[in-house]
């Protein structure tokens, strides 16, 4: 996730991914008889994810709040629109300890936000339903679980950032890589400590999500019984595979889609797939997209209409809906992306 800079992948560098073979095959095609036979036995099962956040809705949007002034609107928690049901705060800090972390509320960029009423703002969106998380990572992030120890210190210092602040869970979008053996070491041990009502998100980025293989894709899959949601960036990516092994390029409604099967059809409940956009063109280096071609691929893969070329030989009604960064930029367009996007997420099927 960006900080300032942002980081763009090239897109040659899917057609050496395609020449590798490493995109899922795609899903066998089903008849339209099939496709809504499934669409019915998934809307009659449980609505909730396999994973934590039990508490929230069905359908569910994610958003990041900066802790930093980076030109977006400077926000407090108690700014974020109502529309957003889970809130990442933006970022957790790497420590001197391997694998610990810690939490600096940028007091100072922020307008003199204290720390007793950032707690108190966390407490009141929580009275009103919402989940709020701390991330870890970002684009400059520089935490790394490489070792047991590691593990074990960013478990228990995550779960006393929890204690100490009221985090609901965490987010992990650590961009320079992560190993999916201790990573997965290392939530296990912090789900056994915070109890089912841990909520887990990810935010890998396309390239790690191109293959079961991949250590992001693994440690996703290692932890799906706790897992709530993976809100992959469909930004700064360039040219990717879809499950079908063709290329697309971000910025369409196949980008999104032909992305999303990927996961949906690697292992990943529907319930634990968002779609993670820019609030803006400012947001992001590049991939933005108008609102409404998020609400399209969400309406494609949820109910098979507004695709584009590509579409989903089923559908995925459980779907969990959308990310953005940021609230703050989201702000700094007058909100335009949450009130386009969050009535379409609350609406899915």
Not at 315 to 327: C, E, I, K, Q, V
Request: glycine fraction near 10%; proline fraction near 4%.
């Amino acid at each position: 996730m960006p900080r300032r800079a942002q980081r763009t992948w090239a897109g040659a560098l899917a057609a050496v991914l395609a020449t590798a073979g490493l995109a899922l095959t795609g899903p066998s095609q089903a008849s339209a008889a099939e496709v809504d036979n499934t669409t019915n036995a998934m809307n009659a099962t449980n609505t909730t994810s396999p994973g934590g956040g039990s508490a929230l809705p069905k359908h569910a949007v994610t958003g990041y709040w900066q802790n930093f002034n980076n030109g977006a609107t400077v926000q407090r928690i108690a700014d974020v629109p109502s529309q957003y049901d889970i809130i990442a705060v933006a970022f957790a800090d790497a420590t001197t300890t391997p694998g610990a972390v810690t939490f600096n509320l940028d007091s100072a960029g922020l307008g003199g936000y204290t720390v007793d009423q950032f707690k108190a703002d966390i407490r009141a969106k929580q009275a009103a339903g919402k989940k709020v998380i701390v991330s870890v990572g970002g684009e400059r992030g520089t935490v790394s679980v490489n070792d047991s120890a590691s593990a074990t210190n960013f478990a228990d210092s995550l779960s006393s950032l929890m204690q100490t602040y009221g985090f609901d869970g965490v987010d992990i979008d650590l961009e320079n890589g992560l190993n999916a053996t201790y990573m997965t070491q290392a939530l296990r041990s912090l789900s056994a400590k915070a109890g089912p009502s841990l909520v887990l998100t990810m935010a890998p980025q396309t390239i790690d999500m191109q293959s079961t293989s991949n250590s992001y894709f693994q440690t996703a899959l290692n932890v799906k019984d706790i897992l709530t949601v993976v809100n992959m960036q469909y930004y700064n990516s360039g040219s990717m595979l879809g499950c079908d092994g063709k290329v697309y390029s971000q910025g369409s409604v196949d980008f999104l889609t032909a992305l999303a099967c990927i996961q949906l059809e690697g292992g990943l409940a529907p319930s634990q797939v968002g779609l993670g956009l820019p609030a803006s063109t400012r947001g992001a280096g590049s991939g933005y997209v108008d609102p409404s071609v998020v609400n399209n691929a969400l309406d494609c893969l949820t109910r098979g209409t507004n695709c584009g070329s590509f579409k989903p030989s089923r559908t995925y009604p459980d779907l969990r809906g959308a990310m953005t960064w940021s609230t703050n930029w989201d702000a700094t367009a007058g909100n335009a992306w949450s009130n386009a996007v969050g009535p379409k997420v609350h609406g899915l099927p």
